[in-house]
């Protein structure tokens, strides 16, 4: 799979970073995610307005416009020779001699890279994942998606170890949203998501899901989910770039509606499978 650091394309071993990138020493950087169906990137235009937005938020230029961002991007999926790619790009404050403040006068580090799409497993979308809460000690501006990840790493290791898929996570007892991924919940066949803000990231799946769901004239908010809620939840759900969007049908051993993927998800997983049926023949972006 080719890898593009800096103005070049070359294979991944061959990029090198100097030890002294801000984004090795301190993890100051943001990034992007974004699956490709069929060669075509998923939704090209909100992953670049989120980087915008990431970029903006600490303060380091962003190194390029839309038009050279896209090139960049179609230039590693012909290299990579398209089909169902995850394509990983970010964007780090460059490289500096160790000082916690910002240094003036250098360039960000750009690297991007093309990985094959993991297919959906047909279990979990038969049976669900099992899902556990833990609580969010993550830092406090969770909608940048920076590469400092820590937290999120660790919190998905003990979703792991406790034989669970993914950490549904909580702060002062409300739902912000999975370690690596966004939350939904059915309460009385309202599907439910909480709102954008500081605590989580405004994930591009998520967005389209609930486009998906207005679409389909389901009954839908975006609120706040408290903890208490979860035992009455008809169906829970996580979506992210390369989840898509799967059931969730065990929380914390505890069985989530009838312990099935529910019919409010199987109606939105077919909606987005049109979608990126459409995706694959340039009907949508």
Not at 29 to 44: A, D, I, K, N, S
């Amino acid at each position: 799979m080719p890898a593009f650091l800096n103005g070049e394309y070359l294979e991944p071993e061959a990029a090198q970073v100097s030890v002294l990138d801000r984004g090795f020493l301190f993890g100051d950087g943001v990034y992007e995610l974004m699956p490709v169906y069929g060669g075509r990137p998923f939704r090209l235009g909100a992953h670049l307005k989120r980087l915008a937005r990431s970029l903006k938020e600490v303060l380091i230029p962003n190194p390029y416009d839309a038009v050279h961002w896209t090139n960049i991007f179609a230039e590693l999926i012909e290299r990579t020779g398209g089909g169902d790619l995850l394509l990983y790009w970010q964007v780090t404050r460059g490289v500096a001699p160790r000082d916690h403040a910002f240094p003036h006068g250098i360039q960000p580090t750009v690297f991007g890279m093309t990985n094959p799409l993991p297919a959906p497993m047909l279990e979990q979308l038969k049976s669900g994942v099992k899902a556990v809460t833990l609580q969010d000690m993550r830092w406090a501006r969770c909608d940048i998606k920076a590469i400092s990840l820590l937290g999120n790493v660790l919190l998905r290791q003990q979703a792991i170890d406790a034989g669970a898929g993914e950490a549904i996570l909580l702060r002062d007892g409300y739902i912000t949203e999975g370690a690596a991924s966004n939350v939904f919940a059915v309460f009385d066949n309202v599907i439910v998501t909480p709102p954008n803000g500081p605590a989580l990231l405004p994930g591009v799946t998520r967005d389209l899901v609930l486009e998906l769901v207005a679409a389909e004239s389901l009954p839908y908010k975006e609120a706040a989910i408290h903890q208490r809620e979860l035992s009455r939840a008809q169906e829970l759900w996580i979506t992210s770039s390369a989840k898509e969007i799967l059931p969730v049908t065990v929380l914390d051993n505890a069985q989530v509606g009838n312990g099935r993927p529910g019919a409010h998800w199987a109606k939105v997983y077919r909606s987005f499978q049109d979608y990126k049926v459409r995706l694959r023949t340039g009907e949508v972006s």
